[in-house]
């Protein structure tokens, strides 16, 4: 059985561009994360979805992030316009059991903005 | 909400064994246990859960006391491959969303 899935593995791209970094979460689960990686900060979570609906954002830094799951299979995590400071790995993480949570992670998206 | 503190930084041998503790003063009475394993440039590792006193799978055992305050991850006969940070998570059906956040972990060195 696959895995999580993210795409692109590496993403270089220049301020003010936009950044779209796709998921596709382990089929059967219902619950879709993403974080973010940056020595500085750790490891943050950004958003979850449960059962496609985002259940809290509070995580996302700005309006310049946005993350969307129009179905079980795949959710987009897009950043407009990108900055210098958003570079980082971004992980998308699935979970079957969503109380007692484990999670089951991609590989990552390193991206880096010029 | 249940709030976690580890060491920062451990350094062991290989073959010793190593036991990493987790404190979380104010767990809940639903919240469960979760500890993970990274590795550079890898995702977080699920490496084992539990609820109260003890639990062992194939990689590690998981040791709760009574109260539930601190849990301690250990791992048997450690190797050079182990090194890594280590997560201690809490949460549950009464703070779903706490179930994922991510402390800094505990670097795990291991020297040969």
Redesign the interface.
């Known amino acids: 059985d696959a895995g999580?899935i993210q795409s692109p593995r590496h993403e270089v791209t220049e301020m003010g561009q936009e950044v779209t970094l796709r998921c596709k979460p382990i089929s059967g689960h219902n619950s879709l994360?993403w974080?973010r990686q940056t020595m500085m900060r750790?490891?943050e979570?950004l958003i979850?979805f449960n059962n496609n609906v985002p259940?809290?954002d509070s995580g996302m830094p700005e309006d310049r992030f946005s993350a969307k799951m129009p179905n079980a299979s795949f959710s987009t995590l897009k950043i407009q316009p990108s900055e210098p400071r958003d570079s980082a790995v971004y992980?998308c993480?699935s979970s079957r059991d969503?109380?007692?949570?484990?999670?089951?992670?991609?590989?990552?998206s390193r991206l880096t903005v010029l | 909400l249940a709030k976690t503190t580890q060491p920062i930084s451990m350094d062991s041998y290989e073959g010793q064994e190593v036991n990493i503790t987790c404190s979380h003063n104010n767990i809940a009475t639903n919240d469960?246990i979760?500890w993970?394993q990274?590795f550079p440039?890898?995702?977080?590792?699920?490496i084992i859960?539990g609820y109260k006193t003890k639990v062992t799978n194939e990689v590690a055992s998981l040791f709760i006391p009574a109260d539930r305050k601190s849990s301690t991850l250990s791992l048997p006969r450690v190797s050079l491959s182990d090194t890594a940070v280590y997560?201690c998570?809490v949460?549950?059906?009464d703070n779903?969303?706490q179930?994922?956040?991510?402390?800094?972990?505990t670097r795990l060195s291991v020297l040969p």
Do not use: C, K, M, W
């Not at chain 1, 969503?98 to 990552?108: A, D, H, N």
């Not at chain 2, 179930?99 to 972990?105: A, L, M, R």
């Open positions: 999580v994360f974080y750790g490891l979570l979850y259940i809290d992980f993480a969503s109380l007692t949570g484990e999670l089951f992670f991609g590989e990552g | 469960y979760t993970y990274q440039s890898q995702g977080p590792r699920f859960q997560y998570l949460g549950g059906r779903y969303g179930n994922f956040v991510f402390g800094p972990g």
